[in-house]
């Protein structure tokens, strides 16, 4: 893979949470009771080696009601004011993209971040098993109720054709 993952990676999310929603977040031991059957927002960046393929996936999931919660802070939206889904999206995506480029500086070898790809999932049972890696990394952070988990995934490589005819 040719990056070190021997990291501690709760700063970078904790530092974003902070300074982009002005959130105290709080990391949490043991994952939230989650309802399984709840819309989610999954958020991804990948993390390039100088090799130039995707070695890890930082991926960011929370409830529906989290990312709404993330784009109000960011937006400066009042509580009771309506949201589109594109602000959402767009939102979660800037507080993705901050968190990964934060976790792509800790890493040495990692040389290029991936656009944010964020997308609503239909339930929080198909996130967890539409995972994009095996993790390295996993946290939990919490603020007011809402909650982030915070994935370090490592991919797993195709080999590359080298020439090979049909």
């Known amino acids: 893979m040719g990056m070190d993952l021997d990291l501690d990676f709760r700063s970078p999310a904790e530092e974003a949470c902070a300074v982009m929603l002005g959130w105290d977040a ?9 309802d399984a059957e709840a819309p989610s927002f999954r958020g991804e960046v990948s993390i390039a080696s100088s090799e130039g393929e995707a070695d890890l996936v930082v991926a960011i999931d929370c409830p529906r009601e989290t990312a709404v919660a993330v784009a109000r802070a960011l937006l400066g939206a009042d509580e009771d004011e309506e949201l589109p889904p594109e602000d959402i999206q767009d939102a979660f995506g800037e507080l993705v993209n901050v968190i990964g480029g934060n976790i792509k500086g800790l890493i040495v070898g990692a040389v290029r971040l991936s656009i944010p790809s964020v997308q609503l999932i239909r339930s929080w049972r198909q996130l967890d098993a539409d995972l994009p890696g095996h993790p390295v990394f996993q946290m939990w952070l919490e603020h007011e109720g809402h909650h982030l988990r915070i994935s370090v995934l490592a991919t797993t490589r195709k080999p590359k054709n080298k020439g090979a005819t049909p």
């Open 26 to 34: 709080t990391h949490l031991a043991a994952p939230p009771a989650t």
